[in-house]
């Protein structure tokens, strides 16, 4: 199994086990517009808050939080394709709702390359808003970002037509299936 095939597997194991976790009306927004969940423990700042294994296999608290977030934006990067951004540029802010509470990351495209961070490095062109869960299922291709956007599961500020880029450059069109070794499918 490559690293590829393996990061996917683990992904597709956490999507199902979050997914089983979520709750009804997944609680993505509050509905004020802030962004953030009615109930959501924000233990940022809490140096003292010690994380626990879960039983997807992932450390829950601030770290396994930081770690989930890390892996799904390590798989995003894998799944760039640089054909098809066609010289295209721009930053992707991400604004994630998670138990602890919004978390942010970036993606920035720019002369071929995919570049991930959780500080911003400059103004992004669209942000878009979604609960953890929901973008670890995402990530996976459980849920289609369409349907996330129309069920209001999904929320896009900024520029909607970058944005619409992401699907083109990152989703299933822009990766080979695992193993094959061609990213441009």
Known sequence: ?????????????????R?????????????DGSGSS?????????????GTEGSDGVEEGRDGTEALLDLVFEWFRACFSAGRA????????????????????????????CTTSASLERTPNATIGLALHDLVA?????LKGTDAFVSGRLKIS???FFAMNWIEWFGARSAAPPGTGDDTA
């Open 1 to 17: 199994m490559t690293a590829r095939e393996a990061m996917l597997l683990r992904l597709r194991t956490l999507a199902r086990s």
């Open 19 to 31: 997914a089983a976790e979520a709750p009804e009306g997944d609680g993505s927004d509050s509905g």
């Open 38 to 50: 009615e109930g959501a423990d924000n233990w940022e700042g809490d140096e003292g808050h010690e």
């Open 86 to 113: 066609r010289g295209g540029a721009g930053v992707f802010h991400y604004e994630i709702n998670t138990p602890l509470g919004v978390r942010h990351r970036y993606v920035s495209v720019e002369a071929g390359t």
């Open 138 to 142: 995402l990530a996976v291709g459980e």
């Open 158 to 160: 900024g520029d909607v």
